[in-house]
């Protein structure tokens, strides 16, 4: 696939409008819409914060077993060591942030990746109090 590389990718751009991706260990076609729909997207998400929050518990919780439990200080810690990393400040004592946080934690839980918060009586919403 290396050797094709260039002509797979104007093929694929200008016939499909796919991007073509090449790296050592994978081939990925990504196709982004220039356009973003009223249907794309989380509804309860209000900020684009939200978002880099949500993929910041998913990368958290990959790391994590349906068995492991952990506090919320543990994923604030990490996100917080994360964004710090890439020279974005955060601060916890933002109602807005914290905010963000929560819904993106509550959209996390709702996909099954965040259910040490239910096994441990924890809830993020009344639901699960």
């Known amino acids: 696939m290396k050797d094709q590389y260039t002509e797979l990718r104007d093929w694929f751009a200008e016939h499909t409008g796919f991007l073509l991706i ?6 990925k ?5 220039l356009v ?6 989380f509804s309860e998400f209000r900020e684009p914060r939200d978002y880099a929050f949500f993929t910041y518990a998913l990368w958290y919780l990959e790391s994590k077993t349906e ?8 994923i604030v810690e990490q996100v917080t060591e994360q ?4 020279g974005i400040g955060l601060d916890w004592e933002n109602y807005q942030h914290r905010l ?8 996390a839980q709702g996909a099954g ?7 441990r009586g924890v809830g993020l919403g009344p639901r699960h109090a």
């Open 67 to 74: 068995l492991d439990q952990f506090v919320l200080t543990d």
């Open 22 to 27: 090449l790296t050592r260990t994978m081939a």
């Open 83 to 86: 964004l710090a990393a890439s």
């Open 100 to 107: 963000s946080m929560v819904r993106a934690l509550k959209k």
């Open 29 to 33: 076609l990504d196709k982004a819409p």
């Open 113 to 119: 990746r965040a259910s040490p918060y239910r096994r």
């Open 36 to 41: 973003a729909e009223p249907w794309m997207g």
